[in-house]
């Protein structure tokens, strides 16, 4: 009679990750999930269902600024993914030309900000852009375009855009490194046929090097939407908590850490700003989701 | 040599621990004042631990506006200091309602202290109190005295006369005329609504009416100051809509602006940067004669953690706090922080005796929005930070803005509804 072994390796050698994994993201993700279907009635915690979500999505006062914040957000995303990846894929393009000079350089140049905190990024371009002692409005001066400065973190009209600029500047590295990969991993072999085709230079590109690549813009597409609909620090650091001007660069991160650690005055609501916390976790998984089984499942692939 | 350092990094950390046995306590305290930082290792501590062998203290200060939210953490997780600096009115009334605040009415040094100073960290019965109160600051204008005398020009003490200053200082140009922005929106509000407002809305008679429902935040003594708020723009710098307030700071300091509209607590700091001579006004009345009204705003007081393991040291620690030999350190090491203490203390620094001297002449108030009134949602205190800048740039007529916050008030407060 043979008896099975247990294979107590697997479990020694899986348990450190898990562990960890689990004390530190999946049991704060599901208590943060159950603190929002509590509230505080004089000191003590009362179960209230789903209330905090109708409170959130229906209650005027909440429902305006909750509309604004994923309204921004959505704005955010998009200047992201129309200004942010298109010139990451170009600077990629330039990047993998084979007779491009200091390539090297330009890379490390450009990928460097991505290094950077947020903090140091947020409170250098506030110093740039500062209409007191900036140099943004010296140097549009010097080529006698100070009429187009403006001070623009401080206007409601300008201020989001802004700052979302200022975070491509900073995260334009990443899309730029993930292309350049995938378009050095395209064999010479099938770039050298489509020359004898007759396809060469910039059709080269369109038709034979994008194709290939659209996997990886998917991957940086959701790691952008991710990513901008996680954001809260560059916000933060440049406009404050109340995400001002009138909150007009109020995004559902500032909007939830004002909610549950409170502000000012403005006393903490953890049960409330878990309900943010559960709903921006919500719009990810959806968001996700619409990716992975809408799109990344139809995109055609070619093995190289 | 290495692990004899370990080994007594280790026994002092043992020590500490175990405090509430051994002679030595150490006591943290928490606060936002972290500009304050060398004058207490420098001079409050020093006196305190040498009145006190076997007490040490520390002061472990935190970013301004980050306190409150890292307060509440630490004090949820059990690692808060021993003492807490206690934001006045609701902050701090929560924080004991949960427990993390002990009740100080025993202490004995509480009896140096007026009803008011203690009424900003008291139950709203006024059974409790659960912070040692410690100092006001006071609103009003610092101004450039170089400046004026360059440009000959008289403090003013009406409205008129104040625009007519800024006029005046505008026409000649050398001068930003104000220093102020509206990109950390809380200025517009502390030193523009609650400096200028308590001579529209005449102190404590306003604001208390206010709190009983008898005014409404549409009545026109709380609108006017959003109109005279909208006036100020033209005075203010270039690009003030991103000017920070660190920025204002500076261009007051750096003499490139005469005005400040402050709070008085920027005096060490403006003593330290600025090398012109500084001198005050107070927020102009709207007729030569009238009664004066300042905000003499409680802002700090000093509690305990309720889960300090060093109680009887932080009480020793509180109580020398209450004593008329602190209200003398403290007044003098940070001048523009008044004590609360009924003794009277004499001052040294210029400005800040012509700020304080303005408690002889005018009510004093504190702001409007501070007590009982922000406690809902919507945040009547925040509300009134957008609602300021939203009157300086113009962006919407104050009869709206007023009417903006009344109804945002009545959503939750029932003496307004």
Redesign the interface.
Known sequence: MQTRRIRWHIAVFLAPAVLVYTAVMIFPLFNTLRLALFTEVD?TRVYVGLQNFRTLFFDP??SEQFWNALGNNFWFFLIHMLVQNPIGVALAALLSHPRLRFAALYRSAIFIPTILSFVIVGFAW?LI?????GIA?SMLDAIGLKSLF???????EYALTTLALVSVWQFVGIPMMLIYAALLSIPEEILEAGEIDGITGASAFWKIKLPLILPSIGIISILTFVGNFNAFDLIYVS????A????STDILGTFM?RTF????????DPHMGSAIAGAMFAIILVGVCIYLFGIQTRMRRYQL | MKRNVLSLALMSTALIASGAYAQDATLTIESWRNDDLALWQEKIIPAFEAANPGIKVVFSPSAPAEYNAVLNSKLEAGSAGDLITCRPFDASLALYEAGHLTDLSDLEAMSNFSDVAKSAWQTDDASVSFCVPMASVIHGFIYNKDAFNELGIEVPTTEAEFFAALDMIKEDGTYIPMAMGTNDQWEAATMGYNNIGPNYWKGEEGRLALINGEQKLTDPQWVAPYATLAKWAGYLGDGYEAQTYPDSQNLFTLGRAAVYPAGSWEISGFNTQADFEMGAFKPPVQNAGDTCYISDHTDIGIGMNAASENQEAARTFLAWVASPEFAGIFGNALPGFFPLSSTPVELDDPLAKEIVGWREECESTIRSTYQILSRGTPNLENETWGASVAAIKGAEAPEALGQKLQDGLASWYAPHQ
Not at chain 1, 129 to 133: I, Q, R, V
Not at chain 1, 239 to 242: D, K, N, T
Not at chain 1, 244 to 247: I, M, R, T
Not at chain 1, 261 to 268: A, D, I
Request: aromatic share 20%; net charge neutral; proline share 12%.
């Open positions: 000191q006062i909440w506030k852009l500062s209409p007191l002692w409005p403006a001070p623009w973190l401080g206007k409601e406009q404050g908590a109340l001002g001007p009138d909150f850490y650690f409170g502000f000012q005055l403005q006393l903490g």
